[in-house]
């Protein structure tokens, strides 16, 4: 018995090996490319998983691995939110954020039933369908801010509405996951969703509080230590655990409000910039090539191949069109909107942890992967140019 947990020790060295250094060669010549990292990192997982060189197998350690790697991908998210840039935007960002969240669920949702057929509420075929209404919810504005950055409009209005209009987007989008993970249990009641996701808010808002004070005075007393992104982590963990066990909200939810919560000391850049070691170094690659390592290609047919294309062009424009229209309500120019409704468009890490997370409940199977891949590398790719050609407008009136 102990030689064979020895045996599996050994493998688990040689599998984390080669995910480290295969995510990060194709993760380089991917940003070489000019696409997001993250998609190297997956195709990378893809390469060395059971679908083509099969020298990795995905293994429970693996998984529980890239589970912790969503948790700190989460709570960094949460710890680079600009509360202060956030209420300066105000009403039209959280108007914005709506629509770009609703309208591409509503869209998701209605192509896969129209596709494998309508369910009732309640039904799992109908779980299901909202599931891919959900992952269209997701904005990653990465690709955005580093295009505003290059044209030199990141500070302006249109940049600042759509960073703000971003972090109210993912911050919706995770209480509809939330609440959409809640209702595959089959003894679960909306009411009983809504009261429980109450609860957390309330929770979230006292104990966040209290949490906020005393890491505060930590902070003050031992600036830029050690110890205040340790205590950072541990509550990052807390909050994640105490979300999924007590409320049954989903852990990354935790892990996002916990990031959050701290996201105004003075240290919360130390924090991030301590976590993103973490992430960077061996929690991330073996997050995002594990979704390579479980995306089944061999079940891969014509079906999914058009589903995939549907899915892309459906997630694409009903942000667009959305976030585009309400801002043209909110009195920007049509030019502006429609800068606004691109900018929304891209998807990254966020469309793959919903993924993930709906993989992980038995809401989404392994195939369709793919198609939150391709909506990435799609995305990442239009973004840029279109924002480029939008921009280009404004100088030649």
């Keep these: 018995m102990n030689m064979n947990n020895a045996v599996n020790t050994y493998e688990i060295f040689k599998s984390l090996a080669i995910i480290i250094i295969f995510a990060k060669i194709f993760g380089i010549g991917a940003r070489k490319l000019k696409a997001p990292q993250v998609v190297g990192e997956i195709i990378a997982g893809l390469i060395v998983g059971p679908s083509l060189l099969n020298i990795v197998q995905p293994t429970p350690f693996l998984s529980e691995m890239a589970e912790i790697g969503v948790v700190l991908l989460?709570?960094?998210?949460?710890?680079?939110?600009?509360?202060?840039?956030?209420?300066?935007?105000?009403?039209?960002?959280?108007?914005?954020?709506?629509?770009?969240?609703?309208?591409?669920l509503a869209g998701g949702c209605l192509l896969h039933m129209c596709i494998y057929g309508f369910n009732?509420?309640?039904?799992?075929?109908?779980?299901?369908?909202?599931?891919?209404?959900?992952?269209?919810?997701?904005?990653?504005?990465?690709?955005?801010?580093?295009?505003?950055k290059e044209l030199g409009y990141l500070k302006g209005r249109v940049?600042?509405?759509?960073?703000?209009?971003a972090i109210i987007d993912d911050i919706i989008g995770i209480i509809v996951l939330t609440f959409v993970i809640s209702m595959r249990t089959?003894?679960?009641?909306?009411?009983?969703?809504?009261?429980?996701?109450?609860?957390?808010?309330?929770?979230?808002?006292?104990?966040g509080f209290i949490s906020f004070k005393i890491f505060?005075?930590?902070?003050?007393?031992?600036?830029?230590?050690?110890?205040?992104?340790?205590?950072?982590?541990?509550y990052c963990f807390a909050f994640a655990y105490i979300a999924e066990k007590f409320f049954g909200i989903a852990d990354i939810t935790g892990a996002y409000f916990a990031g959050i919560i701290l996201c105004s000391i003075k240290d919360s850049d130390y924090i991030a910039e301590k976590m993103d070691i973490n992430s960077y170094m061996l929690f991330g690659p073996v997050f995002f090539a594990s979704i390579g390592l479980k995306t089944d290609i061999a079940d891969f047919?014509?079906?999914?191949?058009?589903?995939?294309?549907?899915?892309?062009?459906?997630?694409?424009?009903?942000?667009?069109?959305?976030?585009?229209?309400?801002?043209?309500?909110?009195?920007?120019?049509s030019l502006d909107s429609l800068k606004i409704g691109i900018g929304m468009m891209t998807?990254?890490?966020?469309?793959?942890?919903?993924?993930?997370?709906?993989?992980?409940?038995?809401?989404?199977q392994p195939v369709y992967f793919t198609s939150v891949i391709l909506l990435i590398i799609v995305s990442s790719i239009a973004t840029p140019i279109l924002l480029k050609f939008l921009f280009s407008k404004n100088q030649q009136i």
């Design 347 to 364: 998807r990254g890490e966020v469309a793959l942890i919903v993924s993930q997370k709906g993989l992980s409940v038995g809401l989404l």
């Design 74 to 104: 989460m709570f960094s998210a949460g710890l680079g939110t600009d509360l202060k840039e956030l209420l300066k935007t105000g009403p039209v960002a959280f108007l914005i954020a709506c629509g770009g969240v609703f309208v591409p």
């Design 301 to 333: 047919s014509a079906e999914i191949l058009w589903f995939s294309v549907a899915f892309v062009i459906v997630a694409l424009l009903t942000k667009i069109i959305a976030c585009g229209a309400i801002a043209r309500l909110c009195h920007f120019s």
């Design 216 to 234: 505060k005075k930590v902070d003050k007393r031992w600036p830029h230590t050690r110890r205040i992104p340790i205590a950072g982590l541990a």
């Design 159 to 165: 940049g600042t509405t759509i960073l703000a209009s």
């Design 186 to 207: 089959p003894d679960s009641h909306i009411g009983n969703v809504i009261w429980e996701t109450l609860l957390f808010f309330v929770f979230s808002f006292i104990i």
């Design 120 to 148: 009732p509420i309640g039904d799992p075929g109908f779980i299901t369908s909202l599931f891919i209404g959900v992952i269209m919810t997701a904005t990653s504005v990465s690709i955005t801010v580093e295009t505003l």
